[in-house]
Structure formats: C-alpha cells, structure tokens
C-alpha cells in the first residue's frame, strides 16, 4: 500500500541534543511538508520541499532543518536551537509541486517529541 | 495574518442525528477549503475538498457549503455513526500555503 511512513512514532530529546525525525513516501509525490500540531492550536508549517534538493521555509522553521536528497525522503532535524521542542510533528506530501494547489495533503501518523 | 478559526469546544450529539461542524476564516480569501479527520495519536486525513465558486459539495454522508459573504464554510454529517467520533480539521487554501484551524471534537453518543 502506497503511503507515508514516520519514525519513530516516539522521541525523547535530552537538552542540547539535535535529533531526526524520518519521513518516507511511497507515493510519487513531488511536494513534502513538515507541520508541527500543539494542543489548541491549528497545524503549523515548519518546512515545506517542492522538488527534491530545494525547500522552503514555513511559519515556524527556527531552530529546524530539513533535507531532500531523494524524492521519497524528508527528514526534519530538531536543533538544540528550538526551545520548546515538546509537539507532535505531522509530515505530509501532495501530488504537484505548487503549495498553492488545491490538491489534498497526505498525512504520516506522526512523531511525538518529548524532551527529557 | 491569515486565520482559520474552529469551534474550540468539543460537539456531543446522539446517533443518528446530523452534525454541523463550522469553520469561520480571517484576513483572507481562500480559493478553497478543505476538510480533514484526525483520529487520536494519528495523521489527518482528507476528506473533502469546496473551491469558492462552489456553494456545496456532497460525499455520501458528508457535505460541505462555503459562504463568502458569511465568511465561513459548514461540515455536516447526517445520520451520524460512534464511528465518526474524531477531530475535524478546517484548512482554507490560498496562493501562499494552506492554513489549518485547530479542529472541532466531535463525540457520536450510541
């Protein structure tokens, strides 16, 4: 089955500590994007990739990295930089490269980052 | 900035009745609105899509109006089932991002 897969599900990170958040698409999928979901509050875009070896930032990209090296892959570090880490961290991808499409984003089960 | 705004508080109603579920937007003008499920612990998915010259979309149990002149889009589900107890997001589409309200609860009372 075609999808998205995140890992790990769950993540603590120790003050200091960079650490990965995996994402890999089976889809086909020209554009990913990275969102991060706190209670209350709507999903919020940290950074988004159109095509791969090119990316954006979003909203919120302080203290994140990404890269796209392959089309089927987005990873997401979070630097020691970003303060309040403690989120769940939703990873999507869509059909066209355009953001401004109006084409349905396809979402991962997510990775919730606790901080130790 | 550009908002997407969801009734914060959690929508309780019996089975078998219709829910409405709203979504108001803010300082812009979305070519369209999507609307998504969230089940607890995981990723939203797609279940409907209203562009602005559209008054209303249907899927199955499900539709959708957009009003530009109320500013605001409604998703009703009719003949609700337990299984359709989640979270509802809202996401207005423009030519800059797609912008996500923070979703209403809805709980189906057997």
């Known amino acids: 089955d075609g999808g998205i897969t995140q890992s790990p599900k769950y993540l603590f990170r120790k003050e200091g500590q960079n650490v990965t958040l995996s994402c890999e698409q089976n889809?086909?999928?020209?554009?990913m994007y990275w969102y991060r979901q706190d209670p209350g509050q709507g999903l919020r875009l940290i950074y988004y990739?159109?095509?791969?070896?090119?990316?954006q930032k979003g909203d919120i990209a302080e203290g994140y990295s990404v890269s796209r090296e392959k089309k089927e892959s987005f990873p997401l570090t979070v630097t020691s930089a970003q303060k309040n880490p403690t989120a769940f961290y939703l990873c999507?991808?869509?059909?066209?490269?355009?953001?401004?499409?109006?084409?349905?984003?396809?979402f991962g089960d997510g990775t919730r980052l606790s901080i130790l | 900035s550009q908002k997407i705004e969801q009734n914060s508080e959690a929508l309780n109603i019996q089975e078998g009745k219709t829910a409405t579920l709203t979504c108001n937007y803010t300082?812009?003008?979305?070519?369209?609105l999507q609307w998504y499920r969230q089940d607890p612990g995981r990723g939203p998915v797609f279940l409907l899509l209203?562009?602005?010259?559209?008054k209303e979309k249907r899927k199955e149990r499900l539709k959708v109006t957009f009003d530009t002149t109320l500013k605001q889009s409604l998703f009703h589900i009719t003949a609700s089932q337990p299984a359709d107890s989640a979270t509802y997001l809202c996401?207005?589409?423009?030519?800059?991002?797609?912008?996500f309200g923070s979703g209403t609860q809805l709980t189906v009372l057997p």
């Open positions: 209203i562009r602005e010259n559209e």
């Open positions: 996401a207005g589409g423009s030519a800059r991002q797609l912008t």
């Open positions: 889809l086909n999928h020209d554009a």
């Open positions: 300082n812009y003008s979305p070519a369209y």
């Open positions: 999507a991808s869509s059909i066209p490269r355009d953001i401004s499409s109006n084409q349905p984003q396809h």
């Open positions: 990739s159109q095509i791969v070896n090119d990316f």
